[in-house]
């Protein structure tokens, strides 16, 4: 009786909303296969497009984490299917489709065990241990460049892998004219195979295959004055020199006030202006250089002084495009004219302004100190053009993956099908509780064959079925058979040269074991009051992004799981959905 007379605790501010125990475990299961359902049909060489409309822009793809990064799901779960797309895109490049929907099936697998009271930290230790089983049956199936029997091996694996790579994309039908180019690209960077030295520079009009690749820096003719006609547009083996300076007749930054006794004086005070610009111009004619570029202004004065003398100039030029001039032609850019020696010019083969489309471009080419390159991408419209950037991107990240490693592993879910037989092999082995639920995950790597006939318009169960028998045998022979996504059956992908870096599926099958893992760790969800009065503030402000309402978040907290999400993914299905 005295226990009923103590006061009521308080701990969470008045307004918030809890909701734990099994049915929000299985409501935050429904939002992650709600997610997947979106994006599982763009996986694969026959997977469709999703037009994502925010309202302002129209994007057109099939990559996952672009997908995903633009429709700005808001359910805390289903973030999760989100962070481990875009490590995947950061990490490897490619496969963040992939990851999602092995994710996914991990957790579908797991909701009946979830629904029949199997704790979840037993389903946790059970997938964990499937996961590392799976891996380092990986790592002994994969094939390294030493064993395979091209001539040129590491150029035909590399090749191989780009075209792999590009073959869900918009531009998978010039996989062979991306591929070397891909190739080409990377093996020109340094050791390090730094990204960011690969420039991809876009121009409306023409056709894709007039895209074209510069062995060196290439960008897009800056704002000109007057005068430039007159400067000389090519030069042969030209020292270039990159500033970070004005070169410009203008007033004082700051303001200044001077007080003059004399008219005569005022005249000195102009001389002084013409004069400093002067000895600046004089600077950069002294010192040799052909080539003047500067990330600043460079007015009419200079332009018209340079060409007066046969040089060329260029002033605005984008950060980006002034350091990897400064690698590529081992210049060092400055900031005061003043001391200039040949020791900070930068040299190259050739130097032109050509014309490429409706645009004009600066070319070095022939660098010798960094290597970069730079992949002209053309194109009939902006949506096309920014596709194939993306896929361009994830080829490279492949390709630069498969530099590192030097391991492949056969595509079209062969290896899932192999790691599914070993854990179903090793499941046979064990008793208890961890036999099912390791059966379990053997099931879910099989929704990557699956998927893939699914989006080919093939009969998914009879591919799986010719699959596991042909996996089954357990002969070498075997092992690298996967979907034959071009006519219905089932192919070797190995010798069909479907090949993908080892990391990949690595990275794929670990981010997506743990995000699972993350995800039947959580029992209760905690809805402070004060974060959905922030959500609304944003949707104030203009920012696109569906069921941020308190209904809505209410619904997807509440433990209703995909009939919430269907709210928060709206932007998707409503606004511009494929």
């Not at 481990?84 to 994710?103: F, K, N, R, W, Y």
């Not at 090793?426 to 961890?434: E, L, N, V």
């Not at 010719?466 to 070797?492: M, P, S, T």
């Amino acid at each position: 009786m005295s226990m009923m007379m103590q006061p009521q605790i308080i701990l969470l501010r008045e307004g918030t909303d809890t909701s734990q125990g099994k049915g929000q475990l299985i409501g935050n299961i429904n939002a992650c296969q709600a997610v997947m359902d979106s994006i599982r049909t763009t996986l694969g060489p026959r997977g469709m497009d999703k037009l994502v409309w925010t309202g302002q822009k129209v994007t057109i793809s099939n990559d996952g984490a672009t997908i995903m990064r633009l429709l700005e799901i808001v359910h805390p779960a289903a973030q999760m299917m989100v962070d481990i797309s875009m490590s995947q895109d950061a990490e490897v490049g490619d496969g963040t489709t992939s990851v999602v929907l092995l994710a996914a099936e991990f957790l579908k697998q797991a909701k009946g065990y979830v629904e029949e009271d199997v704790h979840p930290q037993i389903i946790v230790r059970a997938y964990r241990r499937a996961c590392r089983l799976a891996v380092d049956r990986l790592k002994e199936l994969m094939v390294g460049v030493e064993a395979l029997k091209d001539a040129d091996a590491k150029r035909s694996m590399l090749e191989k892998c780009a075209g792999t790579a590009l073959n869900s994309k918009l531009v998978s039908g010039h996989k062979d004219f991306f591929a070397p180019m891909v190739v080409d690209a990377i093996s020109a960077l340094d050791e390090d195979c730094d990204i960011n030295m690969v420039g991809v520079k876009k121009v409306p009009g023409g056709s894709i295959t007039d895209s074209f690749m510069v062995n060196g820096v290439a960008f897009k003719k800056t704002f000109a004055y007057a005068g430039f006609e007159q400067m000389t547009k090519t030069f042969a083996e030209p020292k270039v020199l990159l500033l970070n300076l004005e070169l410009e007749l203008k007033s004082e930054k700051e303001n200044a006030e001077v007080r003059i006794t004399d008219p005569q004086e005022y005249q000195s005070i102009v001389d002084a202006e013409w004069r400093i610009i002067y000895e600046k111009l004089e600077a950069c004619v002294d010192c040799g250089a052909n080539v003047v570029l500067s990330t600043l202004p460079i007015g009419d004065l200079a332009t018209q002084y340079f060409a007066d003398r046969g040089m060329f100039c260029a002033g605005r030029v984008g950060q980006e495009d002034m350091q990897r001039s400064a690698k590529a032609l081992g210049a060092t850019v400055q900031t005061t004219v003043n001391g200039l020696d040949a020791s900070v010019l930068g040299k190259c083969a050739k130097f032109e302004e050509r014309q490429v489309g409706g645009e004009r471009y600066n070319l070095f080419t022939g660098c010798p100190q960094a290597h970069t390159v730079t992949i002209v991408l053309r194109g009939g419209s902006d949506q096309f053009i920014e596709e194939s950037h993306r896929s361009i991107h994830d080829a490279l990240m492949i390709v630069k993956r498969c530099i590192k490693s030097l391991t492949v592993v056969a595509g079209g879910g062969a290896i899932e099908m192999e790691l599914s037989n070993h854990l179903r092999e090793y499941a046979r082995t064990i008793d208890g509780k961890a036999q099912a639920i390791i059966n379990s995950f053997s099931r879910a790597l099989e929704i990557i064959p699956r998927q893939l006939a699914d989006n080919a318009g093939f009969d998914s169960t009879g591919v799986l079925m010719l699959l596991r028998q042909k996996h089954f045998k357990g002969e070498a022979e075997g092992r690298w058979y996967g979907v034959n996504c071009d006519v219905e059956g089932i192919c070797d992908t190995f010798e069909s040269g479907v090949w993908e870096p080892a990391d990949n599926k690595i990275n794929s099958i670990a981010a997506a074991c743990e995000a699972a893992c993350v995800v039947l760790s959580i029992d209760e969800t905690v809805r402070n009051p004060q974060s959905e009065q922030q959500n609304q503030a944003k949707q104030e402000h203009g920012r696109i992004s569906a069921g941020m309402g308190g209904r809505g978040m209410a619904g997807m907290m509440g433990g209703r799981g995909g009939r919430g999400l269907g709210r928060g993914i709206r932007s998707y299905r409503g606004r511009g959905g494929a």
